[in-house]
């Protein structure tokens, strides 16, 4: 079958399911080339080659360059594109391979070639260090080169673009109550992501009935159709669930396929990242009152004035957050603006131009003179200052990258279009933790292509089977620095995070920066002792359980209060935890939608997880993971500072959003976030005096990156002696290196004799995108967060300790506090043993396995 024969295929394909055709790749590209040199099919080929070719660095994007470099320079004469249409289809593909191309025709003979470049390249950013080969034909008097470097002074690539208008006017298309990323972007079809308009077929399928017949029934209205609910964009850091909302809702880029910008999504809140990741995308998020809004209501909304109206009516206010989201939206994103703001900057220094007026400046927080929080001086120290004060506007240094997998296809997508080929940030990471134990087959296709991907630009790729992604990260930190992942959970034990969508994600990588306003935060410190039975988890759920007793959380959606949302968790009061241990408090800060978390230790603990780590680097190098030189460099960073180990403290006059103190001495039983909401807290007595709450247990799931060794060794004694378990009981642990130990321990015979099952390393049911729990069933699990239809169609899912879980598992109900107290007795007098961690520079002679 010859091309044509074969395209039209795949398009027929991809119509019954309702999108388009996937780019050309770079083979498809070559045949559409040769169609165009020989004069076939010209104008529906020439089609292609514009439109369906994806930009940046691109297999396809070399392909489509190097051939209109070779028109544009005139070696190659095609009737149908003369050489200065080679010129401007070069300048719709952002950067990259098309850059040079675009800079040699700037002193081409022919006037027409040489006016095409002046005007494409203006309006190119991703040109990174091509702009150097721009001023130096500039010094040798080039007027092209000149002019370019005076239309990017003038921002010229910013201007020629249309202003936010006055008055928008919007159909609503409302998702009453909370949407989450699992709304938008279901687990289920993580497999999906990358390929946006298949994706975004399955958005709100779990949620409502014929969500897309009802999008595009509002589009017959004549306006476009705005996403508003009363709660949205919780939960994960899913790029995905905005592409998917843009995909409906918003608008074509130009030169770009199967990608959208724009929309408008109205919340009464609406998730920080999620709200972050709406910035990057072009969209316009607006916190406002949408209780008066409803599914069908035409809206005018008046940006500037910050006002939306309905029948005449004045329906709600709202302030624009930030200040510069007019200019973001108009540059088509965040990054694209901090890209051309840069640009701009740059190309005013060689010209001996002053500041431009151009762009708006972010409001900038008065010095209020008051001492600095831990974060507030992590954030400082990343910006080369002394503290950050909350609202300002900065660009820290990013020492940690995180990717994963089922956002990692999409990462690599936008690195393409950032037209990078190598990585400013000091370290990243890619995992396979999400996809390796029950792998479709475009799953194994990204295990084998990736890992060169992210490893060719100096990035360190895990291997399938490794674990999960956070259980390795959080190993390769520095103290006292500051980083962020694809993934919510992404919240260091030590330095701190700040998780984003992919598209951040990537600028972080390929820059070694990200933009942040600074949020404000929020104190929780613990006082008092331990009381026996009580673990970590049960702190964990203590702080939403405090905050609601406070009366600053609320689990009800409509008019929700969260004091928590959007800002910094800053725990203190514990600290001789080690390293592992208070990953369990930071994680769980992605529960409370906080944009980022800090926990305050001791010296000690960090020194012991650095010396430990430094062991695992280098048994990595030895084990042949690449690139090599940027695990030898942290090793480095790791030795430098336990050579001089000192950590930085809050000063004791900073200010908080509110400070919230718990008594250890008062938790007496175990706290559990309930079905099916993590902010909805209660203890065993109170679950059990509720009769609206399920207590049968069918279904246990130990696993996730919540959990450390210490919870399968506590598990392993609950079981053992007590036969199989009356319920399903599934164990996994989060990395290969806790496997292997835990199965030298004897461990794994205990668990097979209790009849789990247990799961490769890695994040088993907690994304619910692999294996899933019985539909409606009532499940206890350890894992990160419990949204509906998360685990499973229907499931009723309680949140907890590995303590608690074994006891669930052997009952099959939860617990009263006596029978969980009698039950756990079993790990008394052993606890030195059990929750020991793993120190791999005491493992003599330790290799990676």
């Given at each position: ?109 022919n006037v027409k070639v040489v006016a095409a470049a002046i005007e494409a390249l203006s309006k190119t950013l991703l040109v990174y260090d091509a702009f150097n080969d721009v001023e130096e034909l500039h010094k040798k008097g080039v007027t092209a080169a000149s002019e370019v470097l005076t239309s990017w002074a003038n921002a010229d690539w910013f201007t020629h673009k249309p202003k936010l208008a006055e008055k928008i006017t919007v159909t609503v298309f409302k998702v ?109 998020p607006l916190e406002l009152d949408v209780s008066k809004m409803e599914m069908g209501d035409v809206i005018d909304i008046y940006p500037y004035k910050g006002e939306a109206y309905k029948n005449g009516e004045c329906i709600a206010t709202f302030k624009l957050n930030p200040n510069t989201i007019t200019d973001e939206v108009r540059a088509g994103g965040r990054i694209p603006l901090i890209i051309g703001r840069g640009l701009t900057t740059k190309a005013r220094s060689v ?252 010296k000690e603990p960090v020194i012991e997880y650095l010396k430990s780590n430094i062991t695992l680097l280098n048994s990595m190098i030895d084990a042949g993971y690449e690139d090599h030189r940027t695990l030898a460099r942290r090793i480095v960073k790791m030795e430098e500072w336990l050579e001089k180990p000192e950590l930085m403290e809050p000063d004791t006059d900073a200010e908080y959003a509110a400070v919230i103190e718990i008594d250890l001495n008062e938790i007496t ?181």
């Amino acid at each position: 079958m010859g091309f044509r024969e074969a395209y039209k295929k795949h398009v027929e394909e991809r119509a019954a399911l309702g999108v388009p055709p996937l780019p050309l790749t770079a083979e498809q590209t070559v045949e559409v080339i040769e169609f165009i040199k020989t004069g076939e099919y010209v104008e529906e080929m020439l089609d292609l080659l514009e439109n369906r070719v994806s930009p940046g660095v691109d297999d396809a994007a070399y392909v489509k360059a190097a051939f209109l470099n070779e028109v544009a320079s005139e070696e190659h004469h095609v009737a149908a594109i003369p050489a200065e249409k080679a010129v401007q289809m070069l300048g719709t593909m952002l950067g990259g391979y098309n850059v040079k191309p675009m800079i040699d025709a700037l002193t081409s003979k022919n006037v027409k070639v040489v006016a095409a470049a002046i005007e494409a390249l203006s309006k190119t950013l991703l040109v990174y260090d091509a702009f150097n080969d721009v001023e130096e034909l500039h010094k040798k008097g080039v007027t092209a080169a000149s002019e370019v470097l005076t239309s990017w002074a003038n921002a010229d690539w910013f201007t020629h673009k249309p202003k936010l208008a006055e008055k928008i006017t919007v159909t609503v298309f409302k998702v009453p109550g909370e949407t989450n990323t699992d709304d938008l972007s279901p687990a289920s079809e993580a497999f999906t992501r990358s390929d946006i308009p298949l994706h975004a077929n399955s958005m709100l399928a779990a949620k409502m009935q014929d969500p897309i017949g009802t999008i595009n029934k509002l589009k017959e209205l004549g306006h476009p159709v705005a996403y508003v609910g009363d709660v949205v964009g919780t939960g994960s850091s899913r790029k995905s669930g905005i592409n998917s909302v843009q995909w409906h809702m918003g608008e074509d880029i130009p030169g770009v396929p199967n990608k959208r910008t724009g929309g408008v999504i109205l919340g009464s809140t609406i998730a920080p990242i999620f709200f972050a990741t709406a910035e990057d995308s072009g969209a316009l998020p607006l916190e406002l009152d949408v209780s008066k809004m409803e599914m069908g209501d035409v809206i005018d909304i008046y940006p500037y004035k910050g006002e939306a109206y309905k029948n005449g009516e004045c329906i709600a206010t709202f302030k624009l957050n930030p200040n510069t989201i007019t200019d973001e939206v108009r540059a088509g994103g965040r990054i694209p603006l901090i890209i051309g703001r840069g640009l701009t900057t740059k190309a005013r220094s060689v010209l001996g131009m002053g500041s431009a007026d151009i762009f708006l400046t972010a409001d900038q927080p008065a010095d209020t003179g008051k001492g600095y929080t831990l974060a507030q001086k992590m954030v400082g120290k990343a910006c080369g200052i002394d503290g950050v004060r909350p609202g300002m506007y900065c660009e820290p240094q990013m020492s940690t990258v995180g990717s994963q997998d089922t956002t990692g296809p999409m990462t690599r997508d936008e690195i393409k279009e950032l037209a990078a080929l190598g990585f400013n940030a000091d370290f990243v990471l890619q995992s396979f933790c999400h996809t390796a134990a029950y792998p479709k087959p475009s799953d194994v296709k990204m295990h084998h292509t990736l890992p060169d991907f992210i490893a060719n630009r100096s990035g360190v790729a895990l291997r399938p089977g490794d674990g999960v992604i956070h259980s390795w990260l959080n190993r390769m930190v520095l103290p006292d620095t500051v980083g962020t992942g694809a993934d919510s959970h992404t919240r260091f034990p030590i330095g701190i995070s700040f998780p984003g969508g992919s598209g951040i994600v990537a600028f972080a990588a390929v820059t070694g920066s990200m933009p942040l306003t600074m949020p404000e935060s929020v104190l929780v410190r613990f006082k008092g002792e331990m009381q026996p039975g009580i673990t970590l988890r049960d702190l964990v759920n203590a702080i939403p359980h405090q905050a609601i007793k406070e009366g600053l959380l609320t689990v009800e959606k409509k008019g929700k209060k969260n004091i928590f949302a959007g800002r910094i968790l800053e725990i203190e009061g514990l600290p001789e935890l080690k390293a592992e241990q208070a990953f369990e408090l930071s994680d769980a800060s992605a529960e409370r939608s906080a944009a980022a978390c800090t926990v305050r230790l001791n010296k000690e603990p960090v020194i012991e997880y650095l010396k430990s780590n430094i062991t695992l680097l280098n048994s990595m190098i030895d084990a042949g993971y690449e690139d090599h030189r940027t695990l030898a460099r942290r090793i480095v960073k790791m030795e430098e500072w336990l050579e001089k180990p000192e950590l930085m403290e809050p000063d004791t006059d900073a200010e908080y959003a509110a400070v919230i103190e718990i008594d250890l001495n008062e938790i007496t039983e175990p706290i559990l976030a309930c079905p099916n909401d993590p902010d909805d807290v209660a203890t065993l007595s109170e679950i059990l005096a509720d009769p609206k709450r399920p207590h049968n247990i069918d279904e246990v799931f130990v696993g996730s990156c919540m959990t450390n060794i210490g919870h399968y060794r506590a598990l392993g004694e609950v079981l053992k002696g007590e036969g199989a378990v009356p319920t399903r009981l599934w164990v996994c642990p989060p990395t290969k290196m806790d496997e292997k130990q835990l199965s030298d321990e004897g461990y794994y015979a205990l668990f097979g004799a209790a009849g789990a099952r247990t799961e490769v390393p890695g994040c088993s049911l907690c994304m619910g995108n692999q294996a899933r729990v019985a539909d409606n069933a009532t499940v206890f699990s350890t894992s990160t967060r419990n949204f509906d239809n998360r685990l499973g169609k229907g499931a009723q899912v309680y949140l907890g300790s590995a303590e608690l879980a074994a006891v669930c598992s052997l009952l099959g109900k939860i617990p009263t506090k006596e029978e969980y107290l009698t039950l756990t007795k079993k790990i008394e007098g052993k606890e030195d043993d059990i929750y020991k961690y793993l120190n791999f520079n005491l493992i003599k002679d330790y290799k990676l396995n």
